[in-house]
């Protein structure tokens, strides 16, 4: 069973006997006083959201999940629709379980799904993707001997900040987790 330190956004928990997704995890530390994990949860079933207070070493359940493979085609309307790279099953699944999908993915990416008795639960998307720079402001010269950055826009729409040598047409690498650029892809 995982410690509430080790729970992370996206991940599924039992608590109080209902299935939870985890929407977001933060420390807190102040001062001398003991350190404790808030973390926001969403019911699966009803879609209520609660914000809890867990002790850094309280144990919550973790549901038995199966991993499956998966990619995603496309959007339709508010759901995604994804393929199992097996047997070519093409699957909707909702906007609330993958709720970054839109700024990160264009098409063609294997995502991984959890299922927990057939049901998808929970959509993991790559770790990194590769996008291409649609707007980026003019390289300033002699900007590249100082830690500088710029704000460009990728083909998704999604704003990130980069080197100011990255221009229009290049194509970048983004780590999903945290929305940050990673390198030139």
């Keep these: ?44 079933k009803t879609g209520q959201i609660v914000d809890n207070r867990f002790n850094m070493d309280e144990e919550l359940q973790s549901p038995h ?14 759901d995604y629709v994804l393929m199992d790279v097996n047997d070519f099953e093409q699957i909707h699944v ?3 379980l993958m709720p970054d999908a839109d700024k990160y993915l264009k098409g063609n990416e294997r995502v991984t799904a959890k299922l927990m008795d057939g049901q998808v639960i929970n959509v993991e998307l790559p770790n990194s993707v590769n ?35 990255i221009t229009n047409g290049e194509v970048v690498r983004i780590d999903t987790r945290t929305g940050e650029y990673i390198e030139r892809a």
């Excluded at 956004?9 to 404790?36: F, M």
């Excluded at 999940?65 to 508010?78: A, I, N, R, S």
């Excluded at 707007?135 to 999604?158: I, M, R, W």
């Design 94 to 96: 909702g906007s609330d």
């Design 131 to 165: 996008l291409t720079v649609t707007d980026a402001p003019p390289v300033v010269k002699g900007a590249t001997a100082t830690n500088q950055s710029k704000e460009v826009t990728l083909e998704t729409g999604l704003t990130v900040r980069v080197p100011p040598f």
């Design 65 to 78: 999940m199966v991993d499956k493979q998966y990619e995603y085609l496309y959007k339709d309307g508010d």
């Design 1 to 44: 069973m995982p410690k509430a330190i080790d729970i992370r956004k996206g991940q599924a928990v039992l608590w109080e006997d209902k299935l939870w997704i985890v929407h977001e995890s933060t420390r807190v530390a102040k001062g001398n006083w003991r350190s404790y994990m808030q973390i926001k949860l969403k019911n699966f």
